[in-house]
């Protein structure tokens, strides 16, 4: 079998899914979205338990984030992909929203990441005039190295 030339891939993903065992979850500002699902991977490492995916080569990625958000009326919820589980270093241009009803919303970015880095969804914030609380049931997280 040859295998000169042939080209090592590099993606990840996570998934949160609205299963009879996977409820929808409030959105809590300074968190990370929930995940309960570690899809297809090579040469990275989805953990569901941290709600990250970790990376072992560097290079540029294409990042994709996506979360399915259950608002009410006057309702929002802001995201980003972030490095840090606490949020304070989210990739530049990395933010997308949610406003006023229920909505998937999300954003695909390309990023430099180094090997060992760990990206995640962080809930940057949630804004809640009303009495019932802004939820999710279904997020996704995925990366695929593009050069290296």
């Not at 590099?10 to 309960?36: A, M, R, V, W």
């Not at 390309?110 to 090997?115: E, P, W």
Request: hydrophobic share 40%; net charge neutral; glycine share 8%.
């Amino acid at each position: 079998m040859r295998t000169k030339n042939v080209k090592q891939f590099t993606y990840g993903s996570l998934y949160k899914q609205e299963l009879p065992d996977g409820k929808i979850i409030l959105l809590s500002t300074g968190n990370l979205i929930d995940f309960n699902i570690a899809g297809p991977y090579q040469n990275t490492r989805p953990d569901i338990a941290a709600n990250r995916i970790t990376v072992f080569k560097s290079g540029v990625y294409q990042i994709t984030a996506n979360v399915s958000v259950i608002l009410e009326e006057e309702q929002s919820a802001e995201f980003n992909i972030n490095l840090q589980p606490d949020g304070s270093d989210p990739l530049i241009g990395s933010t997308f929203d949610a406003k006023g009803i229920s909505t998937v919303t999300g954003i695909n970015v390309q990023a430099f990441l180094n090997a060992g880095d760990s990206i995640g969804i962080f809930i940057a914030d949630a804004y809640n005039p009303k009495i019932k609380l802004p939820r999710y049931n279904r997020a996704a997280l995925t990366l695929q190295l593009l050069e290296y």
